[in-house]
């Protein structure tokens, strides 16, 4: 299903910024099928546009319009619907795995391609209304290798939580929240890191950030805006609501 889109004239767009974008959308959705089995997670949509037309439509009204997008499962509906990016506002150009390549092995392929530092690396199934220039100012003036965007999840335990020291029952604290900073899948990332990822070998983000810990300097974003990973058939349900809020 194709739809031409041109870019609202009285859309309000900030400076560009030439930092380059690449954005995952080469993974198979399995958690989403069988809506996936034809149709590639991003291409779903929500409301009356893909979810990945609603993530390069705000990145283009942040300015960040120099887009690479990272492609396998079903590429080729991604790339006939989004072309060279011009009818969206924004330019777009394509890595292809010839393999799943994991949350961060695709960027190995950037060797070659023109790509402006730091980088910011993002899944293709989120929604996310931070503003993502403040993400990569926040990692330039913090001198870091791998800037995290974290978000604030509340957990509330369905049940009395018990505190024992042995078999002898110390408390119980009924239907406790407990309150983690969880990895939103946004990252901005200095050069030298993402030079550094063979071309040939899948792997994920978490391994490539587990590796800059020890002697390098990861820091976290706190993302207070409204995000979402679309990842299940109950977070589409709940998408526009969401981008209602964004």
Same mark, same amino acid.
């Given at each position: 299903?194709?739809?031409?889109?041109?870019?609202?004239?009285?859309?309000?767009?900030?400076?560009?910024?030439?930092?380059?974008?690449?954005?995952?959308?080469?993974?198979?959705?399995?958690?989403?099928?069988?809506?996936?089995?034809?149709?590639?997670?991003?291409?779903?949509?929500?409301?009356?546009?893909?979810?990945?037309?609603?993530?390069?439509?705000?990145?283009?009204?942040?300015?960040?319009?120099?887009?690479?997008?990272?492609?396998?499962?079903?590429?080729?509906?991604?790339?006939?619907?989004?072309?060279?990016?011009?009818?969206?506002?924004?330019?777009?150009?394509?890595?292809?795995?010839?393999?799943?390549?994991?949350?961060?092995?695709?960027?190995?392929?950037?060797?070659?391609?023109? %790509?402006?530092?730091?980088?910011?690396?993002?899944?293709? =199934? *989120?929604?996310?209304?931070? #503003? &993502?220039?403040?993400? @990569? +100012?926040?990692?330039?003036?913090?001198?870091?290798?791998?800037?995290?965007?974290?978000?604030?999840?509340?957990?509330?335990?369905?049940?009395?939580?018990?505190?024992?020291?042995?078999?002898?029952?110390?408390?119980?604290?009924?239907?406790?929240?407990?309150?983690?900073?969880?990895?939103?899948?946004?990252?901005?990332?200095?050069?030298?890191?993402?030079?550094?990822?063979?071309?040939?070998?899948?792997?994920?983000?978490?391994?490539?950030?587990?590796?800059?810990?020890?002697?390098?300097?990861? %820091?976290?974003?706190?993302?207070?805006?409204?995000?979402? =990973? *679309?990842?299940?058939?109950? #977070? &589409?349900?709940?998408? @526009? +609501?969401?981008?209602?809020?964004?």
């Amino acid at each position: 299903r194709l739809v031409c889109v041109d870019v609202p004239s009285g859309a309000t767009i900030k400076t560009p910024r030439h930092n380059t974008v690449v954005i995952m959308v080469g993974g198979k959705g399995l958690r989403l099928r069988p809506l996936t089995n034809e149709t590639p997670k991003p291409m779903l949509f929500v409301g009356e546009k893909p979810m990945l037309q609603h993530l390069i439509e705000k990145l283009r009204d942040q300015g960040l319009t120099n887009i690479i997008l990272a492609v396998n499962y079903l590429g080729d509906q991604i790339e006939d619907y989004f072309h060279d990016g011009s009818r969206f506002g924004v330019s777009i150009r394509y890595l292809r795995e010839s393999a799943p390549m994991g949350t961060a092995g695709a960027l190995g392929l950037l060797k070659g391609e023109e %790509v402006v530092s730091p980088i910011v690396v993002m899944n293709g =199934d *989120l929604i996310v209304s931070a #503003d &993502l220039t403040k993400m @990569l +100012d926040f990692h330039t003036s913090n001198s870091a290798e791998i800037t995290v965007g974290a978000k604030v999840v509340d957990t509330t335990v369905p049940f009395g939580v018990l505190s024992t020291n042995g078999s002898t029952i110390r408390g119980i604290e009924e239907k406790p929240t407990y309150r983690d900073l969880v990895n939103a899948g946004v990252y901005v990332l200095s050069k030298d890191v993402f030079s550094s990822v063979p071309s040939d070998t899948a792997s994920d983000m978490p391994d490539l950030i587990t590796e800059r810990i020890e002697g390098g300097r990861v %820091v976290a974003f706190a993302m207070h805006e409204t995000w979402a =990973d *679309l990842g299940a058939p109950e #977070d &589409l349900r709940r998408a @526009l +609501d969401l981008l209602d809020k964004g």
